[in-house]
């Protein structure tokens, strides 16, 4: 959330949602003017989001049934979005890149949390050059994120002249 600059109002994206224990705490975050669009491909996790949304009060919540090569999320409406350990298991990250970056207004930041171990991660490097090749730019890298060796983060953004 701090990486993503959030501020009460914000809206933003958790891609591969999973339950959407993530998505719940940046509700909380944004508050009542804020919203948060929680995306999933996997439907046994769309039934656990589904669920949760159910046993919360909060009401600035949406769930999105995404693709492999797109995330559903309205175009030019997000402020921020999370990706957390997702990016490994894309089939088409190269569409998905693109079609996050239509769903940011301009300034808006893309946050990615992955891993970096052989077979189950991807490189800091190959996320990087695949988000350069989708027209964003490096804001700020964070190695052994969380205190975990091999975990990551990068903040990218739009870059400058692109739409």
Same mark, same amino acid.
């Given at each position: 959330?701090? *990486?993503?600059?959030?501020?009460?109002?914000?809206?933003?994206?958790?891609?591969?949602?999973?339950?959407?224990?993530?998505?719940?705490?940046?509700?909380?975050?944004?508050?009542?003017?804020?919203?948060?669009?929680?995306?999933?491909? +996997?439907?046994?996790? *769309?039934?656990?989001?589904?669920?949760?949304?159910?046993?919360?009060?909060? +009401?600035?919540?949406?769930? *999105?049934?995404?693709?492999?090569?797109?995330?559903?999320?309205?175009?030019? $409406? $997000?402020?921020?979005?999370?990706?957390?350990?997702?990016?490994?298991?894309? %089939? +088409?990250?190269?569409?998905?890149? +693109? %079609?996050?970056?239509? %769903?940011?207004?301009?300034?808006?930041?893309?946050?990615?949390?992955?891993?970096?171990?052989?077979?189950?991660?991807?490189?800091?490097?190959?996320?990087?050059?695949?988000?350069?090749?989708?027209?964003?730019?490096?804001? %700020?890298?964070?190695?052994?994120?969380?205190?975990?060796?091999?975990?990551?983060?990068?903040?990218?953004?739009?870059?400058?002249?692109?739409?």
């Amino acid at each position: 959330a701090d *990486l993503m600059g959030l501020q009460p109002g914000m809206t933003v994206a958790d891609v591969g949602a999973g339950d959407g224990a993530f998505g719940e705490a940046l509700a909380r975050r944004v508050g009542d003017s804020g919203h948060v669009y929680l995306t999933e491909i +996997s439907q046994r996790e *769309l039934n656990k989001i589904r669920e949760r949304l159910d046993r919360t009060e909060l +009401s600035n919540m949406s769930v *999105l049934v995404g693709e492999s090569d797109d995330a559903k999320i309205p175009e030019a $409406c $997000c402020d921020a979005v999370l990706l957390r350990y997702v990016v490994h298991h894309m %089939s +088409s990250p190269d569409e998905m890149f +693109s %079609s996050l970056r239509r %769903s940011l207004r301009p300034g808006g930041v893309i946050v990615v949390v992955e891993k970096d171990e052989p077979g189950d991660g991807i490189t800091a490097e190959e996320l990087i050059d695949g988000m350069r090749k989708a027209g964003f730019v490096v804001l %700020s890298q964070h190695p052994d994120w969380g205190g975990h060796d091999g975990n990551y983060a990068v903040v990218f953004r739009v870059a400058d002249g692109d739409s």
